[in-house]
C-alpha cells in the first residue's frame, strides 16, 4: 500500500465521487478562523498576585462553532463525526449516550480527544505504508459530519477490490451470528455484486481498494465508506495474505465470484473488538458515582484494608 491510496480514501477525496450512493454529509477543510490572534491569546493570560498560578481562558472557536452546528441542523439535528479516514468507534463508551450520535461540538470534542483511531488518523495515517522513504504528502485535516442513520450492524458488509474487482465479502460485525444473512446469502452477494459494478468500479482513483456497504431492509445498498487495500484496514474473516497472494480467492474469484464470509453459528461469537479501548466498567462506576453499592463495597474494602494495616502496625509495635 502506497501513500497515496491512503490520500485517496480520504472523505473529501471519495465522498464527492460516490455522493449519490452514500449517507449524506458535510466535510469542512477550511483553515479554522479563531477571533484570538496568537498575542491576543497571551493577553488571555491573567498572571495573579504570588505569579505562581496562572488561568487561562479556553480558546474559542466562535465562527467555527456556528459553522458545526449550521452543519448540524441541516442534517436533522444529530450526526456521526469523523475526520479524514477513521471514526472515534473506541471512545463510544465516554459519552453519555454511549453511542458516536452528536448534537453539539461538545459531544464531538469528547469523542474525538478519547479516541485512539483518532489520534492515529493525526499523528501516523502512513503507518505501514510501504513507500516510508518518500516525503508525507500534506494533509488538510477535515472534519466530517454525516446524517445520524441507525445502522443495523447485520446489514454491514466490507468488500475487497483488487485490480478492479470485487474479491470478497466479509460481514463486518463478524463477532456476532446473523441468522438472516446465512438464510440470504445468495441475494445479499448478488445484490452488493450489482451495486458494485454498477456504481463502484472504474469509478474510483484506484484500482486497489476496500469499501463498506450497508444493505438496508429494502434491500437497497448503500456505500458507507472507503478504506484503503492494505493492512491498516481490518481484513475481519479474511487475512490479507489470503486477499493479496492470488491464490485461493483470486481462483474463486475468476470461477464464481467474490468469496463471501460471514458468521455461521453462535459457537464462534467473540467479544466486541472495540472492548478492550475501553476502562474497566466498575472504574466508570465509582468515578461517576453511578453504581452506589459499588461505592459501598469499595470504601468498606478500602476501611477493612486500612484497619488490618493498623493491625499489623500494631502487632508490630
Ligand atoms: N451516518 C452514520 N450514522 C450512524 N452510524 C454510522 C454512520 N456511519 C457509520 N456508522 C457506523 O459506524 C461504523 C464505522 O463507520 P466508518 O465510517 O466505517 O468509520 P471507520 O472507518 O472509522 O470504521 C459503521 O460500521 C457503522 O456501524
Ligand atoms: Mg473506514
Redesign the pocket.
Known amino acids: 500500500m502506497k501513500k497515496e491510496q491512503v490520500v485517496n480514501c480520504q472523505f473529501s477525496v471519495w465522498y464527492p465521487i460516490f455522493k449519490k450512493h452514500t ?1 449524506k ?1 458535510d466535510h469542512n477543510t477550511q483553515p479554522i478562523q479563531t477571533t484570538n490572534s496568537d498575542s491576543d491569546a497571551e493577553e488571555d493570560v491573567q498572571w495573579s498576585d504570588d505569579e505562581t498560578t496562572t488561568t487561562a481562558t479556553a480558546p474559542e472557536f466562535p465562527e467555527f462553532t456556528s459553522k458545526v452546528l449550521e452543519a448540524i441542523n441541516s442534517l436533522g439535528g444529530s ?2 463525526p ?1 475526520l479524514n ?5 473506541d471512545a463510544n463508551w465516554i459519552a453519555l449516550n454511549s453511542s ?2 452528536c448534537s453539539s461540538l461538545s459531544d464531538i470534542f469528547l469523542l474525538f480527544k478519547s479516541s485512539d ?1 483518532i489520534a492515529h488518523d493525526l499523528t501516523q495515517p502512513f503507518l505501514r505504508c510501504s513507500d516510508q522513504d518518500s516525503p508525507d504528502p500534506v494533509i488538510k485535516y477535515e472534519l466530517v459530519l ?6 443495523i ?1 447485520g446489514g ?1 458488509f466490507r468488500c475487497f477490490v483488487k485490480e478492479n474487482k470485487l474479491i470478497a465479502i466479509s460481514q ?2 463478524y463477532t456476532q451470528f446473523y441468522h438472516h444473512i446465512l438464510k440470504q446469502e445468495e441475494l445479499i452477494s448478488q445484490a452488493i455484486q450489482d451495486f458494485f459494478s454498477q456504481h463502484i468500479q472504474y469509478n474510483f482513483l484506484d484500482e486497489d481498494f476496500v469499501f ?1 456497504v ?1 444493505r438496508d431492509c429494502q434491500g437497497r445498498v448503500w456505500l ?2 472507503l ?1 484503503a487495500f492494505g493492512e491498516v484496514t481490518d481484513s475481519l474473516l479474511f487475512s490479507w495474505d489470503e486477499l493479496t497472494s492470488g491464490g485461493e480467492i483470486a481462483r474463486q474469484q475468476q470461477q464464481e465470484g467474490p468469496a463471501f464470509r460471514y458468521t455461521t453459528s453462535e459457537v464462534t461469537v467473540q467479544p466486541s473488538p472495540c472492548l478492550s479501548y475501553r476502562i474497566p466498567r466498575d472504574f466508570v462506576d465509582l468515578s461517576t458515582g453511578e453504581d452506589a453499592y459499588k461505592l459501598i463495597d469499595f470504601l468498606k474494602l478500602k476501611k477493612s484494608q486500612q484497619e488490618e494495616s493498623e493491625e499489623e502496625e500494631s502487632t508490630l509495635q
Open positions: 449517507i454529509s450526526v456521526f469523523k479516514w477513521s471514526a472515534p468507534r458516536l450520535q483511531f454525516r446524517k445520524w442513520s441507525e445502522l450492524p454491514e463486518r460485525d463498506d450497508y458507507i465508506d478504506n
